[in-house]
């Protein structure tokens, strides 16, 4: 069994920290620096890989946290409405990030008048190592994990942060492992791509990464114990995931079909 971690850790003249936070950081960085790679390998300016990390990472923030607040502020935040501001507690969406740090870059590069395809495709890239690290951060905030299991890599997770309905057991599946193998997998394939060099066209890289990504991202949420619930009984997640799946397959599937509508140039 995966044990109980320790949530926080101390730095000499830094004090306090969380592992959370710090993975997070650690994350947005190695897919920032791989988004730069990949930015500069197809002719875009690297120099803009800075001013947009600025730009994108408090949207994706922000965007995280709203989204959260949104769908669950009568089960988590009404009665004490104080905890939305304690974000290192916990509690950010991944598909509000994504929203939130996609319209900041679509502003940024409107107004920059940078090439917003190729940057997506470039931070496409960067997402799935992002998250290969990142995801560990619900490991050590025991959140985001799966159904009760008996498997021998169950995760153990204290009393305190069980659902009501599990309070009796322990032992559950460790879904931000799952999550975690599963955009290593992505980047991996991903990586392998962009290095063959196989014919990708401007945008193409965002869609399949985004569409991969949903595929593991669909079947992760079917087993979580704390989903986000909306309507009669369906998980959020699992609706917003297997429409980015289609949505991605579609539309890659489309830009190769015979006479299709619109063409785009290829990257690389």
Same mark, same amino acid.
């Given at each position: 069994?995966?044990?109980?971690?320790?949530?926080?850790? #101390?730095?000499?003249?830094?004090?306090?920290?969380?592992?959370?936070?710090?993975?997070?950081?650690?994350?947005?960085?190695?897919?920032?620096? !791989?988004?730069?790679?990949?930015?500069?390998? @197809? /002719?875009?300016?690297?120099?803009?890989?800075?001013?947009?990390?600025?730009?994108? !990472?408090?949207?994706?923030?922000?965007?995280?946290?709203?989204?959260?607040?949104?769908?669950?502020?009568?089960?988590?935040?009404?009665?004490?409405?104080?905890?939305?501001? *304690?974000?290192?507690?916990? /509690?950010?969406?991944?598909?509000?990030?994504?929203?939130?740090?996609?319209?900041?870059?679509? !502003?940024?590069?409107?107004?920059?008048?940078?090439?917003?395809? /190729?940057?997506?495709?470039?931070?496409?890239?960067?997402?799935?190592?992002?998250?290969? #690290?990142?995801?560990?951060?619900?490991?050590?905030?025991?959140?985001?994990?799966?159904?009760? @299991?008996?498997?021998?890599?169950?995760?153990?997770?204290?009393? *305190?942060?069980?659902?009501?309905?599990?309070?009796?057991?322990?032992?559950?599946?460790?879904?931000?492992?799952?999550?975690?193998?599963? @955009?290593? !997998?992505?980047?991996?394939?991903?990586?392998?791509?962009?290095?063959?060099?196989?014919?990708?066209?401007?945008?193409?890289?965002?869609?399949?990464?985004?569409?991969?990504?949903?595929?593991?991202?669909?079947?992760?949420?079917?087993?979580?114990?704390?989903?986000?619930?909306?309507?009669?009984?369906?998980?959020?997640?699992?609706?917003?995931?297997? /429409?980015?799946?289609?949505?991605?397959?579609?539309?890659?599937?489309?830009?190769?079909?015979?006479?299709?509508?619109?063409?785009?140039?290829?990257?690389?």
């Amino acid at each position: 069994m995966i044990p109980e971690p320790y949530s926080e850790f #101390i730095v000499p003249a830094w004090g306090l920290l969380r592992w959370w936070s710090v993975l997070l950081v650690v994350g947005v960085l190695a897919g920032a620096r !791989v988004a730069r790679w990949q930015a500069g390998r @197809t /002719g875009l300016d690297p120099r803009q890989a800075l001013p947009l990390l600025v730009v994108t !990472v408090p949207a994706g923030i922000l965007g995280a946290r709203i989204y959260y607040l949104v769908f669950e502020w009568e089960r988590r935040f009404a009665d004490e409405p104080g905890l939305a501001w *304690q974000i290192w507690e916990g /509690g950010v969406a991944l598909h509000g990030a994504l929203l939130g740090g996609l319209l900041g870059m679509a !502003v940024y590069a409107r107004l920059a008048r940078l090439d917003l395809l /190729g940057w997506l495709d470039a931070a496409a890239l960067g997402f799935p190592l992002s998250l290969v #690290i990142a995801r560990w951060g619900d490991y050590f905030n025991q959140q985001s994990f799966g159904a009760p @299991t008996d498997l021998s890599w169950a995760l153990s997770v204290d009393e *305190q942060f069980r659902p009501l309905l599990y309070l009796e057991q322990n032992g559950f599946h460790p879904t931000f492992l799952y999550e975690s193998l599963w @955009t290593l !997998v992505v980047f991996l394939g991903a990586l392998a791509l962009v290095r063959r060099g196989s014919g990708l066209r401007s945008g193409d890289l965002a869609l399949g990464v985004l569409a991969a990504y949903s595929v593991g991202r669909f079947w992760i949420e079917s087993i979580r114990a704390d989903p986000i619930i909306v309507g009669e009984g369906l998980r959020l997640a699992m609706i917003v995931s297997a /429409g980015i799946a289609t949505f991605g397959i579609g539309a890659l599937v489309l830009r190769r079909w015979p006479g299709r509508m619109f063409h785009v140039k290829h990257s690389g």
